[in-house]
């Protein structure tokens, strides 16, 4: 499994296609450099995702219980745009027109890998986004990841 690290500024051409950085495909498992899946994202960008990294997320979110409203609902948000890619002989991928607008992108675009995704951001949203970091992150740290316990560190163990 490939743990995905790294921000990377593209173009994007008038076709719509973006060049994969090769110090991204270099962290790929060599499975995952041949297919993957672009999706609306839960913000406005994008998620990119290697091909077995999909098919477990689909196989998550295909066993909600579709019998509720609000599952349903989410599914089809979710699946809405996604789209199968594969990079063509320049290792290029293409954007569809319709998730180029969703995200905002015209021309220059930033990927910004994480785990087992990569997101895809319009330049000046990304850098919008980053410059609203919280005035006291530590805080943000506190409470998001302070809550994780660490079996390595808890002395009450039984």
Do not use: H
């Not at 060599?30 to 999706?39: M, R």
């Not at 027109?97 to 995200?103: P, T």
């Amino acid at each position: 499994m490939s743990y995905l690290l790294g921000e990377y500024e593209c173009k994007v051409d008038a076709k719509g296609r973006f060049m994969l950085p090769s110090g991204l495909k270099k962290q790929l498992m060599e499975g995952d450099q041949d297919s993957f899946v672009i999706n609306r994202g839960f913000e406005k960008n994008l998620t990119l995702y290697p091909q077995s990294e999909w098919a477990k997320i689909s196989q998550e979110v295909n066993s909600l219980n579709l019998y509720n409203k609000k599952n349903r609902e989410f599914v089809r948000y979710f699946f809405r745009g996604a789209t199968e890619v594969v990079p063509d002989n320049s290792n290029r991928l293409l954007l569809t027109k319709s998730l180029l607008e969703y995200a905002g992108i015209n021309s220059d675009l930033v990927l910004f890998a994480y785990g087992q995704r990569v997101e895809i951001w319009a330049k000046e949203a990304y850098e919008a986004l980053m410059q609203s970091e919280p005035d006291d992150f530590s805080v943000l740290a506190e409470e998001v990841m302070g809550k994780l316990s660490n079996p390595q560190n808890n002395e009450n163990i039984s």
